[in-house]
């Protein structure tokens, strides 16, 4: 029978960040929801629950690689190119199987908790990843990292992404939680012939491909030299044309925007990641102003180290006001959209980051009972995504569900014991750090 979700405040994250009050989700039989609206205009009967909060869509984390849970904390101070050579690379090459399951799980849990339903990621084994995400009941897009370099075999693991989607098809599992595609790692490691043999593998299969696209300033300074800048390289080759995403895209010109905006390029804008790795700030309103959709990403927890969307929501405001020295650069409205609506365009997908009829019913229920919402929910509505946005956070976060199933209540999930989630990803962390 039909579920129905009862709230003060429902924000269905439509195109005009609309707050709608004394309102209701349903949830149909197949997982995906069938009305948003005020409550007296509700059709039909429903089992009703009532829940004291703002209701608003699972949010989309648009850049991870969720696995390096097992890695968090290590190579803190470096800047990119030397924490990926001297720490992370090193340690990653010790990882398993079984480790990329662990730190997997562990931190679909965590994001669950704080109100993510959905990441895009890229890593290995995307068998192992997929397992520990239907297991916790979330969604995400799993791009399998490809990348030309000493221990890394370019060809296998492109093979390995072909047959993966060969024989599972584009999206599986319950609700469609799980959508592969391709993850070539970026251009300053992967040559144009191997980023156009890439291109050819997911266009021929409508797939998604998610890259690493100008992040720090010395890391493509090759491709510059040689081509003008990565987005010229990719347009030149034919990479782009299905859909990309450009993970940070810092550093880019205004020929770049335009690129991309013609092109009809994903952004995953990670300012957590930028700021700790030092890489820069990445130029958001020139992108937004250009038609790119743009979305937020957390990057993975070993560079960020959490995966706390609200927190970098609140980072892309704040950094985007500091770039531009305008304090209405963002404003909350324009990044809950980023974290949600804005972040399902960025994947291509329209089945997914709103409350509204047809899609997924990826919900997430907020908690009034804290301090930012000491003035109840009966403010005005610019107020009251404030208070959302710059106040409320992931600690608020009570319920959570993913294509109709509740995946977290109460604070913790319901599929997944989070204790032994810890237990498991901590075990892989101790024996790296035992093995040096």
Known sequence: MRQRLHAPIVLPCDPACSVLRDAVVDIEEDGRIGFVGPVS??????????????LLPGLINTHAHTPMTVLRGMGGDLPLLRWLQDVIWPAEAQLTAADMYAGMLLGSVEMLRGGVTTSL???????ELARAVLETGARAVLTGGIIEAPGFQWRKLLDVMNGLIDSHGLRYGPGDRIELGYGPHSAYMLSPVVLTEIAEAAHSRNALMHIHVAEAALE???VRDAHGSVPKLLASIGFFGGRVVAAHSVHLSEADIALFAEHRVGVAHCPGSNAKLASGMAPVRALRDA???????????????????????????????????????LVAADVLLMATRSGAAVLGRDDIGALETGRWADVVHVSPDAPAFAGGLDVPDAQLLSNLVWAAGA????????????VVSEGETTMVDRAEAQAMAGAVTQRLLAAG
Do not use: C, K
């Open 41 to 54: 205009e509700a059709p039909g009967e429903a089992v009703i629950t009532a829940l004291p909060g703002i």
């Open 220 to 222: 493509d300074v090759a």
């Open 121 to 127: 990621e890229m890593y290995f084994h995307l068998d």
């Open 291 to 329: 038609g790119v959709a743009v979305g937020i990403g957390t990057d993975g927890p070993a560079s960020n180290d959490d995966l706390d969307l609200w927190e970098d929501m609140r980072l892309a405001a704040m950094f985007t006001r500091l770039s531009t020295m305008d304090a209405a650069a």
């Open 395 to 406: 600690r608020q976060v009570r319920d959570v569900w993913v294509a109709g199933d509740q």
